[in-house]
């Protein structure tokens, strides 16, 4: 699917998030809730995967001009990935959750949409 301007950078966004939601579910993800928010930070998509609780975050790009789209998840936002997870988990009183972070990394331009299962660790 490609984009035509005048899309903003938060049209992109909230595209890639409905795509990917769509391509989750068609690998068998439970959604549980989308753009999780609390006082650090936000999570794209929360889902079962079997007995799993997954943390996922979107990267939608239009075009590889800067860069692929799972590069710009640095060190910098997977700590705070794992912040918003761990207050999540504690607030559900569920700490012991087997639980991983997942990257969806959508490429308009390309059409194309990577799933990057256990993308970094805690």
Request: glycine share 4%; proline share 1%.
């Amino acid at each position: 699917m490609k984009l035509n301007w005048p899309w903003s950078k938060k049209d992109i966004g909230k595209e890639g998030e409905r795509l990917a939601k769509e391509f989750l579910k068609t690998q068998g993800y439970k959604i549980v809730t989308t753009n999780y928010q609390n006082k650090l930070g936000e999570i794209d998509i929360i889902a079962w995967e079997k007995d799993t609780l997954v943390f996922v975050e979107v990267k939608t790009r239009r075009s590889g001009y800067f860069g692929l789209a799972k590069e710009a998840v640095d060190k910098h936002k997977q700590h705070q990935m794992i912040k918003v997870a761990m207050c999540y988990l504690k607030k559900l009183n569920k700490e012991e959750l087997k639980a991983r972070f997942d990257v969806v990394a959508i490429d308009l331009e390309k059409n194309q949409i990577e799933l990057i299962r256990n993308a970094f660790c805690l």
